[in-house]
């Protein structure tokens, strides 16, 4: 059993690989993409099917005879799709038998997966929408929407390439895979290891060092894998013990490790699977995305790295132990070969504008050829560890490829149905024709839906319900993807369900609702940054006047900087409650894009001579108190 699902997933890995460096082709194999996606699934589903058990949370011992079944029909129904297609694509209208079948199983087989793999929640929203694209014809009013016979919904859903076979489960199979095993190759050649290492060395002798190494080497590791519990897998089993060695309280230690884990989704060069679905959704290059999340990440771990700050000051947390600190020259002198598969990555996007797919194959043979020459501290990657990385390639990107068919079902029964149109008229009546309005209800939903989904599923769902409105009232359609994503993103933070709280939580021995309620407050930036750049779309480098970008990029760190001061309560000293209010003031008139108010820049400047006046008042009130502390005479 264990040899079958090994041979499974580096075959899943390795047609994907295929398929990015365009091997078909090059064979002379002039194949439909639904020819490769075809079999590509149905190897999934079959994994799916031998790996997790029908009762989620339960171990598998073995696999019983309905597993079998399924995971066969899974892989018989993808492989005929592959061989069939060219002539079940000219048939689909009519609905033939062969097509309803084949429909019924991936439909069927995929849902249950989806359940497995991922829990209830998206399973029942699909669940919803599905019911509802059969019914909604009887629905009154605007939320009526265009009858289809049962039969041609399902061969829609399974078999037309706006609904499972659309571009998400193109951007999954293909792009996503060539990442995750561009990071598995870095892991196992030493690269976490040095991430770590790097870590320590920058940051380990400042105040709170320990929170600062772990924002710091979650921001590199998540920046590359894009898969937040594994980030906090390998930087929280070092970071974490050291936070609470260090002082930290447990909760506070696994929230610090959660949030800066998170972030990685939105950490360029690399980013999440959200970010290679958006460049789709928007028809733009992957690179346009990449320039535009620079500012809102750095805005996130700004956030993150000042109030770990001010949390270790306030706590009188110090440096970590010398001995624990490696030199910097030498970590460098070992590991400076991990930069150069990133140099690679972004030399081939941005100078020889190459497909993201392709620049993360050179970025992977880069590795490749280092990790065995080298390797880092005596780890050099190994053939067995070449085909481990295949292996857990497969295997890790189960639940996604789960993921995005869900999400792929969706998007179709919003276009076949005509309910997304709908929806996106329902938006505007209710928000009145108000974009900070329409806004807010959109950041309820995110959080909403976040509350059990990953981000990739919500954003999908939300670009294609919310998106749409937002572009209608005026917001730049970057803008607006981006907002949705950066929302989506807290679904790992937000409780009742914040997987990556509570997994941080359980390495930390801390309670998981107090660490995800922690996670909230430390991420704060995540819920008021999106608001910034829809009305300042500096922030996202779309105008790209330096001197405007040069002022609100200055203004929102202000802004963060103060924000995080009133938040922890502590400036150079901890804060009264008056000033604590006037710093929070002062964050606000900073953190106002100039277009929500008249006279913005105004009030951006009067925001920052009041920060100005409070830290000189601070300044002086400490120094005060030092005196007043010095011996007479």
């Known amino acids: 059993m264990r040899a079958l699902r090994s041979v499974l997933a580096v075959a899943l890995t390795g047609g994907s690989l295929a398929w990015s460096a365009d091997l078909y082709r090059r064979f002379g194999l002039s194949l439909f993409d639904e020819q490769i996606l075809g079999p590509m699934l149905g190897t999934g589903l079959a994994l799916v099917y031998l790996i997790f058990p029908a009762r989620r949370g339960s171990e598998r011992t073995r696999v019983p005879w309905y597993d079998w079944a399924c995971a066969l029909a899974g892989l018989a129904a993808g492989w005929y ?19 309803l079948i084949v429909s019924a199983v991936l439909y069927f087989l995929c849902m249950e997966g989806l359940r497995r793999t991922t829990g209830y929640a998206l399973f029942t929203i699909v669940a919803i929408f599905s019911l509802y694209a059969l019914v909604g014809h009887l629905a009154p009013g605007d939320w009526q929407t265009r009858r289809i016979n049962p039969g041609r919904l399902l061969v829609y859903l399974a078999l037309d390439t706006n609904a499972l076979f659309g571009f998400v489960l193109v951007t999954a199979a293909s792009i996503v895979f060539t990442f995750v095993f561009f990071g598995q190759l870095l892991m196992r050649s030493g690269g976490s290891q040095f991430f ?7 940051m380990g002798r400042f105040r709170g060092g320990s929170a600062k190494i772990s924002i710091v080497a979650s921001s590199l590791f998540g920046s590359v894998s894009g898969i937040v519990v594994s980030n906090i897998v390998a930087t929280g089993i070092v970071t974490i013990p050291l936070m609470k060695k260090q002082g930290f309280p447990p909760r506070l230690a696994a929230a610090v490790e959660a949030c800066a884990s998170t972030g990685g989704q939105l950490m360029p060069p690399v980013m999440g699977a959200t970010a290679f679905v958006m460049a789709d959704f928007l028809s733009r290059p992957y690179q346009d995305i990449v320039i535009a999340a620079l500012v809102p990440s750095l805005l996130y771990y700004v956030a993150l790295f000042i109030q770990a700050d001010l949390e270790a000051a306030s706590r009188g947390i110090s440096r970590i132990e010398e001995s624990l600190i490696p030199r910097l020259w030498p970590v460098l002198k070992t590991g400076w070969i991990f930069l150069v598969p990133f140099a690679v990555l972004i030399y081939t996007l941005f100078w020889l504008n190459w497909q993201v797919q392709a620049s993360a194959i050179a970025a992977s043979l880069t590795v490749l050829v280092l990790g065995f020459a080298f390797g880092y501290r005596g780890q050099r990657l190994t053939l067995l560890g070449v085909y481990e990385s295949l292996r857990d390639t497969g295997t890790s990107i189960l639940d996604l490829l789960m993921l995005v068919t869900g999400a792929s079902f969706i998007i179709g029964m919003l276009a076949v149905t005509g309910l997304g149109f709908a929806v996106t008229l329902i938006l505007l009546k209710v928000g009145g024709g108000s974009l900070l309005a329409l806004l807010l209800i959109a950041a309820a939903i995110c959080i909403v839906l976040g509350m059990g989904m990953p981000t990739l599923a919500v954003y999908i769902i939300l670009a294609a319900l919310i998106v749409p409105s937002l572009v209608e009232l005026g917001v730049t359609p970057l803008a607006a993807h981006m907002f949705v994503m950066y929302l989506g993103m807290m679904s790992f933070l937000t409780p009742p369900v914040a997987i990556a709280a509570f997994f941080a939580a359980s390495m930390a021995g801390a309670p998981a609702f107090a660490t995800g309620w922690t996670s909230v407050r430390f991420a704060w930036t995540a819920y ?15 105008d790209r006047d330096a001197f405007k970008v040069t002022v609100d990029v200055a203004t929102a760190i202000g802004g963060v900087w103060l924000m995080s001061m009133a938040i922890v309560g502590y400036m150079l000293r901890p804060l009264p409650r008056a000033a604590r209010a006037l710093v929070l003031a002062a964050s606000v008139m900073l953190l106002l894009p100039y277009k929500i108010v008249p006279g913005g820049y105004w009030t951006n400047a009067a925001g920052a001579a009041l920060a100005l006046a409070l830290i000189a008042w601070e300044f002086a009130a400490r120094n005060r108190v030092r005196r007043a502390a010095q011996p007479a005479g």
Do not use: C, H, W
Not at 196 to 202: E, H, K, P, Q, T
Not at 528 to 538: A, K, R
């Open 81 to 99: 799709v592959g061989f069939k297609y060219a002539d079940l694509v000219e048939r689909l209208i009519l609905s033939p038998a062969d097509a």
């Open 196 to 202: 770590n290492d790097l870590s320590l060395a920058l």
């Open 528 to 542: 008021v940054v999106p608001f910034l750049f829809v009305f300042s779309p500096t922030l996202l480098l779309e």
